[in-house]
């Protein structure tokens, strides 16, 4: 009987969170709250607007760019600075602009993610202090070069460079001096990655900084200082949802509709979303807000099935969205009849029904290694490019081509097996060897030209390239073991120009498996 009644209990408290996480509940808090995070960057109209993917995108209609911060870079004992995630775009953009935002938020509870207490704040540090070292370096230089010693130096600029960790004020000493014995460390694996240092050192006129807004800080409109007055370069982190106590369900009002506040709803997106992307939604968001929380999911799921279909049309890549449908009698399922209404979609003209979504198509040239990387729309609408290689599970058209210049070799994410990308890597050096040896321009795409063309793109940069990203048909990759180190710096180097990727764990473990065996 006990067992039975704790199972009944676990059944309860299921059926109560999903009944409160709804999909409008969901979108209605993201609307909420990207309402403060306009009006924070009203604050500093100057400054570019950077969303850290994946949560952040939903909490604007535009954005200057995005940035990938994980949160479990900055867990507590788990604190790591990651070579494979530099976002060094983000520090040349913010000292371009004088400074930046960066948008997040998150569900536990908390003001701000750990991406926002720590990963970024090691992030600044470990570029600051390596910034002052390529300083140091180039002042000593400089002075060997002199035949009088420069008395000036004492005084230098680069002396008060900071370099110091900058953690808010609820991080505990204690994590804090664990967190500042490995910034030693950190900052030689970033020297050793092959980051453009010098850039960055010219890019950036003081060091950089991060500063954190809430929903619970408060701000004197009338003393908003200018970013210019001060004397270091500022990463504004705004954490875009009110915290609440853990448990507790902030129900909100207006005339109209009643809801429940989900704080970071934006958040973990597959479990709620239904298809929707945060493009379509603010494209339609003011369609969605008004259509209340009883008809949401219905009006969701036809815009959602709207502009698959509007892109199938364009031959974009368009899979059907399957939701799985809560079991709760609370929530009542598709109808019959709406899914004919659905199905029928493809044979109607939905031009003037909603605004429709914009897949990326950019595609990023790796330097001058003839090799470029982006997602299978990109690759279908390309045709500047002699060759394609396509690791997406659905093929494209590439009519332009002949045979031997498109090969599709369908992969899939380490989480659903963890040798498919490992598999297929022989035959990706032997296609990417044969046209690369021509002077052919080759193009790797995946779904989303974020990580699985990525990696591949990394395996053939080591196994084809000499250190200097010069095509040596495979000499240097025959003399020399691979370590892990040389796959760092090869990864560094892609990702100074693929600003998008976002090479997973699992991923990048196979083609180092791959390389440190000799292909």
Excluded at 85 to 91: D, F, G, I, T
Aim: aromatic share 8%.
């Amino acid at each position: 009987m006990e067992g039975e009644a704790k199972l009944s209990i676990y059944r309860a408290a299921r059926t109560i969170k999903r009944r409160e996480n709804t999909l409008y509940n969901a979108l209605r808090s993201i609307y909420d709250d990207s309402i403060f995070v306009g009006e924070i960057a009203q604050l500093w109209p100057e400054l570019p607007l950077l969303a850290n993917l994946r949560c952040g995108l939903w909490y604007s209609p535009k954005f200057h760019s995005g940035c990938y911060f994980k949160s479990t870079d900055g867990h507590t004992g788990n604190w790591s600075f990651n070579t494979s995630r530099l976002n060094l775009h983000v520090a040349h953009l913010a000292g371009q602009k004088g400074g930046c935002f960066i948008v997040d938020s998150t569900r536990k509870g908390k003001r701000f993610p750990d991406s926002m207490s720590k990963t970024i704040p090691i992030w600044t540090c470990v570029l600051n202090r390596a910034i002052s070292n390529h300083r140091r370096k180039m002042q000593d230089h400089v002075k060997l070069m002199d035949e009088e010693p420069n008395t000036s130096a004492e005084h230098s600029p680069e002396r008060d460079w900071d370099s110091s960790l900058h953690l808010p004020l609820w991080v505990s000493k204690t994590e804090k001096a664990s967190i500042e014995s490995r910034l030693e460390k950190w900052t030689e694996e970033l020297e050793l990655s092959g980051a453009d240092i010098a850039s960055l050192s010219s890019s950036l006129k003081k060091p950089l900084r991060p500063l954190w807004i809430s929903q619970k800080t408060v701000i004197w409109l009338n003393e908003v200082p200018d970013h210019d007055s001060w004397d270091f370069t500022p990463i504004i982190l705004i954490s875009a949802s009110s915290s609440a106590s853990t448990g507790s369900i902030q129900h909100r009002a207006t005339s109209e509709f009643s809801w429940n506040y989900i704080p970071g709803a934006g958040d973990d997106e597959e479990s709620w979303a239904r298809g929707l992307s945060p493009e379509l939604f603010w494209n339609n968001a003011f369609d969605i807000m008004s259509s209340g929380p009883d008809v949401c999911n219905r009006k969701v799921a036809d815009m959602v099935e709207k502009d698959r279909v509007y892109r199938a049309q364009r031959g974009q890549d368009a899979p059907q969205v399957i939701v799985k449908h809560q079991k709760s009698s609370l929530h009542s399922t598709i109808s019959s009849s709406s899914v004919e209404s659905l199905s029928c979609l493809d044979s109607v003209d939905v031009m003037n029904d909603i605004q429709f979504s914009e897949a990326d198509s950019t595609v990023y040239w790796l330097g001058n290694t003839n090799t470029a990387v982006g997602s299978a729309l990109a690759a279908a609408n390309n045709t500047s490019v002699d060759c394609i290689l396509n690791c997406d599970q659905s093929s494209i058209s590439a009519g332009h081509l002949n045979a031997e210049a498109y090969l599709h070799l369908p992969m899939v994410n380490s989480k659903f097996d963890r040798f498919s990308l490992r598999s297929n890597l022989a035959s990706v050096v032997d296609f990417a060897k044969l046209n690369l040896s021509k002077g052919k321009r080759l193009l790797v795409c995946c779904h989303s030209g974020e990580d699985i063309s990525v990696c591949v793109c990394l395996a053939i940069l080591t196994a084809l390239f000499d250190e200097g990203g010069t095509f040596d048909d495979g000499k240097f990759f025959s003399e020399t073991k691979i370590m892990k180190l040389d796959m760092r710096r090869r990864l560094v180097f892609l990702c100074k120009f693929a600003m998008k990727a976002r090479p997973s764990r699992g991923n990048l473990k196979q083609v180092f498996s791959f390389l440190s065996e000799g292909g």
